[in-house]
């Protein structure tokens, strides 16, 4: 996984201020041990009676509808961590508060537990960092000994544009595919969330289960 900010994994809050894309505001870091993403397609599908007594084997026959349920779950630790939200400030600048572990912890499960109304609460993207070294047009982003990268946010983009390269037959493509770190993540939301209080270290360990959504209404 790439790293941008020290991170490689952030939760971004609905108020996420998109323009300045500061990854110290509004936003959770997280140190995560493993990422696990899912993707699972649904092709609506029911078998041929008796068409195996014609044929020699059975047939099943399905109707690709262009669905499937995108999961990624995480696993790591939390940390005592600084975040700065932009309701607090001194000036016209955010203040930086320490977080312990604990804190941090109650806070995402509050988030979770939250609607999406309210915006300093809810969380509606995870930006996990990549590595990449091809752009989104099929074009080197540089040398290939050593082989050069940067940093993107993993989607479920395909390469190219509308109706060209791997969206050939596509139109209106839902997401780009990120050719910067400050490109968009993946929008939905945290499905299940659960840590464990240790008595013998400081740290915190979680698993979250994130679901790619578009979720109505938006704020």
């Known amino acids: 996984m790439g790293v941008v900010g020290g991170y490689a994994v952030y939760l971004k809050l609905n108020v996420f201020d998109r323009n300045a894309n500061d990854l110290t505001i509004d936003t959770i870091p997280l140190r995560v041990n493993t990422v696990q ?11 041929i009676p008796l068409s195996s007594l ?4 059975s047939i099943t026959v399905g109707a690709d509808l262009g669905m499937a349920a995108k999961t990624i779950t995480i696993s790591g630790f939390i940390t005592d961590t600084n975040l700065r939200r932009s309701h607090s400030k001194s000036g016209s600048s955010p203040v930086t508060r320490v977080f312990t572990a604990m804190e941090i912890a109650q806070m995402i499960a509050s988030n ?5 109304i309210a ?4 969380i509606n993207e995870l930006t996990i960092f990549i590595d990449s070294a091809v752009d989104s047009q099929y074009g080197q982003r540089g040398t290939t000994s050593p082989l050069y990268y940067i940093d993107i946010p993993l989607n479920f983009a395909s390469r190219g544009n509308p109706l060209e390269k791997d969206n050939e037959n ?12 400050s490109a968009e993540g993946i929008k939905g939301f945290i499905e299940s969330f659960d840590f464990t209080l240790d008595s013998e270290t400081v740290e ?3 698993n979250l289960n994130f679901k790619q959504a578009n979720i109505f209404p938006s704020v």
């Not at 899912?38 to 599908?45: E, G, I, S």
């Not at 979770?112 to 999406?116: E, K, L, N, R």
């Not at 915006?119 to 809810?122: G, M, T």
């Not at 596509?170 to 770190?181: E, G, I, L, Q, R």
């Open 204 to 206: 915190v360990a979680f």
């Open 37 to 47: 993403v899912n993707v699972a397609r649904t092709v609506p599908n029911f078998a």
């Open 170 to 181: 596509v139109p209106f493509p839902a997401t780009d595919f990120p050719d910067s770190s």
């Open 54 to 57: 014609a044929r020699g084997e």
């Open 112 to 116: 979770v537990d939250s609607a999406g």
């Open 119 to 122: 915006k300093y609460q809810n």
